[in-house]
């Protein structure tokens, strides 16, 4: 019968160890990548494209937790779309890490993708979203829905959290802000609904469907088919109140107040008699009495 000591195992396994630190910590050892100064490590991790990144992530945990810093992917995150980051450099989305955001846009872009239905209506029906947090807002005919996201998988919990109503008609569009909920309908009104209880406020400003809306700052800048864009006040002081109208040659499509808050960008539809020509123009903003001020006018084709 053959007899094995474990303590002779535990001892033989203790000096294989001590030969090999000796071994790589002599003059002349090699060195390993991860065992470089930061700095280095990031130059050469910048010649590598994502798929190399994420193979030699898996090769080790030292390399797996460098690699899965921000400073690594942030050059290749400004690079493609919907990652969080302005031209500027500026992180919009703190709490993914840049990482997740340059594969989800790599999915987004080939089309790999997970096909669930989350949602099913007996009438084909276009409802306008947004995800804020793990809320996710839905448009249903003339009222809009809150459903909480589970966090394995996504799907949405069967019970309703929250319902903003008060439209005649369908909802055109809403936009969301820390504290409010603001919706565009097809009877012409704005309604700004406070996210945290059930008072709304309803703007009359439009004799047509509104299109489009954006909010930013304390500003609502609404889009109908009126031919104007209109700008409103969201302050306590100037509540409700219409600081100006912008007229337009045809229907407002879209409009989009800028981060900076010192314009607003406002699309339209010129008809003519061969074809329509998209036009996008910019009017300035003052954060005081919010004139505005046609700055450009350009073709988008």
Known sequence: VLSINPFKIVEANAEYQRKERKRWSGEGAAMFLFQLPEEVILLVLSYLDPRSLCRLSQTCR???QFISRDAVWRKIAKDIINTGLTRQGIDLSHSISLKDRVKVSHNWINGVCR?????KWK?????????DHDVLYISQAANISAYHLRADGGKLLNSRVALFSGHQEDVCRFTLTDTHLISAGGDGKIIVHDRR???SVVYNGHNQE???IDSKGG???SGSRDRTAKIWALTADRFGQCLHTIPTYDRVWSVAIS???????VIYLSCGKVQSIPYKRAYSISSRTFPCRN???FSLN
Request: aromatic share 14%; hydrophobic share 45%.
């Open 259 to 265: 981060p900076s808050l010192w314009y607003v960008r």
């Open 295 to 297: 700055l450009c006018k």
């Open 62 to 64: 030292r390399s797996y």
């Open 210 to 212: 509104v299109n489009c």
């Open 219 to 221: 500003v609502i800048v």
């Open 123 to 131: 009438t084909n029906m276009l409802p306008w979203i947004e995800l």
């Open 115 to 119: 096909k669930e239905i989350l949602l």
């Open 197 to 199: 209880s059930d008072y």
